[in-house]
């Protein structure tokens, strides 16, 4: 049913006041028209007003309903906003409130009215929030704020109950400001439970990530590219061999803390990624506080903005000392095994499962096969084989798969 009377039911009812008003004018002065043509004038001037009023009515009625259009879609927009409103009284009665708050807490609109808004606060929070209100009261148009925790159920009691159960909650920040008759406020109601999860999902992950590095005696760095701001992890210092916070954090004092024979090197592979925009692993060494040498390894992974060009690097910086050592020690440990077995006389030789050489004495590669140590890789045996013997070869070769030691 539509509260507002129609455009002809609201002409008919302002015609018959319209009339009643003339009758009583008529009757009450003496300025009537005495000649025809007075009252021509008079008829003329009379439709002229009648036209201006219908042209004032016409606008008012398009105001209306301008203001109907836009008071439905402030409703709207109040009703759906995702941010809860109420207005309650100083002793936190609710006075009225959108659909998002009634359904932050789990209420049909209509019953919420006249509750108690501290009925739906945790017990442990209930106090936070009271000492919100008066400040809130005696602060006046000031906007306060809090984080309390709302019960996702509560007890439908109209008193201010001081039940010490706590059932599952969830975290609300309020924002409260009083309201224009000083007798009431309103506050705003914005659920940050899972932005404070995140927030703890984020302070957990950077905690394991700091175990990490620690454990693996590794660091992480950012480096903005635009403003050439850097960050580094508290483990990256020592990796640099530097002092925590000796100076400012910076691409330069990366690059000097690398031995001055590989800076430039270093250096180049560097600028060489951030200009192609692609990530980047080097390879450096540098010099503890104690003065021993170390091995670093880096790699860089880039950011770029929505046009694609590059505006910061992140990465991780892990000892490898101990890597290169034990690679040192098997370059070393190849090199005494690579002497030994070219110092057997006549033919020696390990092939794979394949039937290709896998390591061989210098008296096979030389004199026999005729190849550098490069081409002697996946060489196959039979091709050093004459033709005659091939055959007894792959026989011998074949039986490998039952026994541990053939003599061919």
């Known amino acids: 049913m539509n509260p507002y009377p129609s455009d002809s039911d609201e002409r008919s009812e302002l015609s018959s006041r319209a009339e009643k008003r003339l009758r009583e004018r008529l009757l009450s002065t003496s300025d009537i028209p005495s000649s025809r043509e007075e009252m021509i004038r008079m008829i003329h001037q009379l439709s002229v007003h009648q036209l201006e009023l219908e042209m004032q009515q016409k606008e008012l009625i398009e105001s209306r309903a301008q203001l109907e259009e836009s008071l439905n879609r402030f409703t709207e927009l109040y009703d759906f906003s995702p941010v809860g409103y109420l207005t309650i009284t100083r002793d936190s009665k609710i006075v ?16 919420l009215l006249d509750k108690y808004f501290i009925n739906f606060i945790t017990f442990n929070d209930r106090a936070l929030f009271t000492a919100l209100m008066e400040k809130v009261f005696a602060m006046s148009d000031d906007l306060l704020f809090c984080e309390i925790e709302l019960n ?4 439908h009691t109209e008193s201010t109950s001081t039940d010490p159960h706590n059932p599952e909650s969830f975290l609300v920040r309020i924002d409260a400001t009083l309201d224009s008759n000083r007798e009431s406020c309103r506050i705003a109601i914005t659920d940050i439970s899972r932005q404070r999860k995140a927030e703890h999902e984020i302070i957990d992950a950077h905690e394991h990530l700091r175990i990490i590095l620690e454990e693996t005696h590794a660091g992480s760095w950012e480096w903005d590219t635009i403003t050439n701001e850097n960050v580094w992890s508290e483990g990256l210092w020592q990796l640099y061999g530097l002092e925590p916070w000796c100076r400012e954090p910076s691409y330069e004092l990366w690059k000097e803390s690398i031995v001055p024979e590989e800076r430039l090197a270093k250096e180049m592979v560097v600028q060489y990624a951030v200009a192609q925009g692609t990530p980047f692993s080097l390879e450096w060494r540098v010099h503890n506080l104690s003065g021993e040498e170390r091995w670093l390894m880096s790699k860089g992974i880039p950011f770029k903005d929505q046009d694609g060009q590059v505006i910061r690097y992140a990465g991780i910086v892990v000892d490898i000392t101990e890597l290169k050592r034990a690679e040192a020690i098997g370059k070393s440990e190849q090199l005494l095994r690579k002497s030994v077995i070219d110092s057997i006389p006549g033919v020696f030789y390990v092939i794979d499962a394949s039937g290709n050489f896998k390591s061989w004495n210098a008296t096979l590669r030389d004199e026999i096969v005729g190849k550098t140590d ?9 091709s050093a084989i004459h033709p005659l013997d091939r055959s007894l070869v792959e026989e011998k070769f074949m039986a490998l798969r039952c026994v541990k030691w053939v003599v061919i």
């Open 374 to 382: 490069r081409e002697m890789i996946r060489t196959p045996l039979n």
């Open 152 to 155: 996702k159920e509560h007890p």
């Open 96 to 111: 009225e409130g959108n659909l998002t708050a009634a359904k932050m807490l789990c209420e049909n609109r209509s019953w």
